[in-house]
């Protein structure tokens, strides 16, 4: 009589390996956009390093580059600003100096008008009542925005500061009656109707006479 054999083990089910960037750990990530917002608000965008960022986050500056990448990625994560203005401002310039201020307002409008645009909204009005929040978006506007634009123009360095905050009086105050105060006929009016009646003064305070 044979012998009974043992049954074979069953097969063990092989296990697949992950790919793709692991997911951070979300103690971390805050650690580090909490240190990012003291440090961008305290310092400016141009004062602050990433080692800055680490060092007050208590890890490595590899680890920043890890989970934000650039220093403006960090800084717009660190606001939470839906949009990367590097994307957008090309087609502002690509037209050249001419019909510029037209271009900025459009684009201004049509982010703010279109579903991203409650995320602007939140921010303003944290803005209006936050010193904290109002330093981190006043930056936001001048280093990732006016800056980028006032860079392509051939104008009077002396001037650039004067010329930047002009803009943002008109693109704020947009803001803030459009969208937050909800000021008619402003709230209600058709983009176009907008651009045509900013656009020319935004385009002076950029390339004209503001002596």
Known sequence: MTPRRDAE????PRRTR??????GNPDTREAILAAARGAFAERGFDATAIRTVAAAAGVD???VHHYFGAKEDLFRAALAFPVDPARLLPTVLAGGPEGIGERLVRTFLEVWD?????????LLRSAVSNEWTARLLREFLVTQVLRRVLDHLEVDPAELPLRGGLVATQLAGLALTRYVL???PIAGAEPATLVAAAGPTVQRYLTGDVR
Not at 9 to 12: E, K, N, R, T, V
Not at 18 to 23: A, E, L, S, V
Not at 114 to 122: E, F, R, T, Y
């Open 9 to 12: 083990p069953a097969a063990q």
């Open 18 to 23: 992950r790919t793709g960037r692991r997911p």
């Open 61 to 63: 500056p590899a680890l």
């Open 114 to 122: 279109s579903p991203v645009g409650a995320a602007g909204v939140a």
């Open 182 to 184: 909800r000021l008619e």
